[in-house]
């Protein structure tokens, strides 16, 4: 007999960890970060998690013997510093972890796990969360490339001797979102991950829909993200109204334009590279964002993704970066012992940022590197004066708003323009307090706020429809905050509860 057990996503947004057992086959789906058990302990970046037990001794994760790098070995330390290792590793347990996309909340604990379970998932999925970890090293989250099993959609794949499962492409606020078709010896289980109908690849949900309609499906696990807030007034309905709300903002503006949304979003760069051609603007990303729009078809045998924006339709903002004092370059300067602020433009930048500068590093060439035209690049108090004074000719895309603020602001003056939030409302205490600080930089340089944002979930009308059409024996609401409103368009809803195990 199948069993389902739930240790994350039960009466929160996010922190899906689900363990489906069939006889001896163990896999789990997803395996991510809980905003809401880490936000009642920790605070970035004062207050953090630095090892597993941490995690552990908040009831974060789950204690499930085979499942954890380093489980059974134990490190003894001896007053003077020395260490010894003992022990020996326990014996894998799980098969494998079916992984629906990047976001923190589904993957955001993968960098625990054993090297040797699998990560199923799609090959977009495995890149992403590769650019990801050059731009911020994440020990929680930072999984090997070598873990990954990626997945072709609808194909057949067998785990353990008791599982086979097919996986989905479905569209979301990610690339490379999947669903799973799930066959266990008497049940039907799916489960939707995140999803959506009205962004640039509602075609991959549809085809989701329509295959697993045809499947008598005896479980749906699913999300109600949007069933658990009031809706927002400032959330379109579609990417394409996005797109033109910020092209009457951006028509209507005569100063600079920032438009502020998530790093990961790949769809709204494309947006966004449509408003600015649209408006006759310069796009300028973000250096996060730009390393995953250049980077992500980089060295790979076919591409990803198709059609995404290149170098020649936007410039590059580098983030402001102080040259070290312990460079060559900084003691060798007049009044370096009066310590000035010195910007670098390619000298001891890490990361993504190296690896974007590599081929304008002189020091350092990397003949594969992407070349990046120097025109291309602003940074530094020339670049940010330059895009000040001629603000009526640049869009500037950012994933850090208060911050690009910051660092634009001049002393004791103002920024004409216009602000597009493109980001969801905050939906509590720690998002308040971070949307508040935006507000204040943005009244402080004296630009005008407007909203063109669209959700990365399912309306609650488009999850009536979803769940009419493949009309499932049994819904399980995860992923939401309010599983009871499921009752008043579904004929069966199993609730799940957290730790405790559904039979099927």
């Not at 990626?150 to 194909?155: A, C, G, H, Y």
């Not at 807030?229 to 394409?240: G, S």
Request: glycine share 6%; net charge negative.
């Amino acid at each position: 007999m199948a069993k389902l057990t739930f240790y994350g996503g039960v009466d929160e947004i996010g922190g899906n960890k689900i363990l489906l057992e069939e006889g001896n086959t163990k896999i789990f789906l997803d395996f991510g970060m809980s905003f809401n058990s880490e936000g009642k302990f920790f605070e970035f970046p004062l207050l953090r998690p630095t090892n597993i037990d941490d995690l552990r001794k908040i009831d974060a994760i789950p204690e499930i013997e085979g499942l954890y790098k380093s489980a059974g070995i134990k490190v003894n330390y001896n007053l003077n510093g020395d260490f010894s290792v003992e022990g020996n590793p326990e014996e894998r347990k799980i098969d494998a972890i079916l992984l629906t996309h990047g976001h923190l909340d589904h993957s955001g604990y993968l960098g625990l796990i054993r090297p040797d379970i699998p990560v199923c998932s799609s090959s977009v999925t495995k890149k992403f969360l590769k650019l990801r970890s050059d731009i911020n090293k994440n020990w929680a989250a930072d999984v090997e490339q070598e873990c990954f099993n990626t997945l072709e959609v609808n194909k057949e794949k067998q785990i353990g001797n008791n599982i086979l499962v097919k996986r989905f492409d479905v569209d979301h606020s990610v690339v490379g979102a999947s669903a799973f078709l799930i066959y266990t010896k008497d049940k039907k289980i799916v489960y939707s991950g995140d999803f959506r109908f009205h962004g640039y690849r509602q075609k991959e949900t549809e085809y989701f829909m329509e295959t697993i309609a045809k499947e008598n499906i005896d479980i749906l696990i699913t999300e109600g993200t949007r069933l658990s807030r009031n809706e927002d007034t400032n959330v379109f309905e579609t990417e394409e109204d996005v797109f033109s709300a910020a092209c009457d903002f951006t028509k209507n503006e005569k100063g600079l334009v920032i438009y502020d949304a998530s790093p990961a979003d790949i769809d709204r760069v494309r947006t966004l590279v449509r408003v600015a051609k649209e408006t006759g603007r310069t796009l300028v990303l973000d250096d996060k964002k730009a390393y995953f729009i250049l980077y992500f078809n980089y060295n790979e045998q076919k591409k990803l993704i198709e059609d995404l924006p290149t170098i020649d339709d936007f410039y590059i903002y580098l983030w402001r970066e102080k040259l070290k004092k312990t460079s060559k370059r900084y003691s060798a300067m007049s009044h370096a012992f009066m310590n000035p602020f010195v910007e670098t433009f390619v000298h001891g930048r890490n990361g993504h940022q190296r690896i974007l500068l590599s081929a304008q590093d002189t020091d350092e060439k990397h003949p594969r590197a992407i070349k990046i035209p120097d025109g291309n690049i602003v940074w530094g108090p020339i670049g940010r004066e330059k895009i000040l004074k001629n603000s009526e000719k640049y869009i500037i895309y950012t994933s850090n708003g208060p911050m690009t603020l910051l660092q634009l602001l001049p002393v004791n003056g103002k920024i004409k323009g216009t602000y597009i939030y493109g980001k969801a409302e905050p939906f509590n205490e720690e998002m308040e307090f971070s949307y508040d600080k935006l507000v204040n930089w943005i009244e402080l340089a004296g630009l005008n706020m407007k909203y063109a944002h669209t959700s990365g979930h399912v309306s609650r009308k488009d999850l009536e429809e979803f769940i009419k059409n493949i009309n499932p024996k049994c819904v399980v609401p995860v992923h939401t905050e309010n599983a009871d409103v499921f009752n008043e368009f579904c004929s069966k809803v199993s609730r799940p509860i957290l730790k405790k195990t559904l039979e099927l």
